[in-house]
């Protein structure tokens, strides 16, 4: 990822002090966005009331508000994954995509308003590109998918074809999103992992072990 993310650490002296004021504004930010009427242009002196902060701090800690409000959602999104138990990805490809495709609609589901207003807001371009890089690292470099991926000599990187697939399983989930009112529409996992796996050069027999695992009881996610 390039720029401000909510995984950048910090490490400048005094780094527990700027870490907690860090957080109060990034809670300030998840905080307001998730209000009923809240806007998706943010001020700086709200924010920085909301948190207990002066402005100067603000700057201190992100440029503007766009960064603030992408950082917040990468931080609930990243989250949400980190919610996944060890044993619920288990050691196949299959039980890794259709458990973090089923984590992303259900956290995007459930945090539904505050997802449309930042992906929608001042900052949805920047956050977009965050999101894919985000999924993007995860299908290479931490999912039994990567060896899928990598293994296609081509032109074209690993990396270039697992940003590739994040970009289309963003992209789908966000229209999905914005026609979805209700968590009762999982079966979206299904859909959503077949067309990653196609894209990523799976064979037959990888597709049709796919459609199975789909059909499977989801696994249980801590709260």
């Known amino acids: 990822m390039t720029g401000e993310t909510a995984l950048s650490p910090t490490t400048a002296p005094g780094s527990a002090r700027v870490a907690r004021t860090r957080r109060r504004l990034i809670d300030a930010a998840l905080t307001m966005l998730d209000a009923a009427d809240a806007r998706g242009d943010l001020s700086v002196a709200d924010l920085a009331r909301m948190a207990g902060v002066s402005r100067p701090t603000f700057y201190q800690h992100f440029g503007d508000t766009a960064t603030l409000i992408r950082v917040a959602a990468l931080t609930r999104l990243d989250h949400a994954f980190r919610q996944v138990p060890a044993e619920a990805l288990g050691d196949s490809w299959t039980a890794f995509a259709g458990s973090t495709i089923r984590t992303l609609l259900t956290e995007l589901c459930a945090n539904r308003t505050f997802y449309l207003r930042t992906l929608n807001g001042c900052a949805s371009d920047a956050l977009m590109n965050d999101v894919i890089d985000y999924l993007a690292d995860r299908l290479l470099n931490a999912s039994p998918l990567g060896p899928i991926i990598r293994r296609h000599p081509g032109p074209d990187t690993a990396e270039d074809r697992a940003a590739f697939l994040a ?53 249980e996610v801590a709260p």
């Open 167 to 219: 970009a289309g399983v963003v992209w789908h989930v966000r229209r999905w999103l914005e026609r979805t009112t209700s968590q009762d529409e999982i079966e979206s996992v299904g859909e959503v992992l077949i067309l990653l796996l196609r894209a990523s050069g799976a064979n037959a027999d990888e597709l049709a072990a796919a459609g199975a695992a789909a059909q499977a009881q989801p696994p």
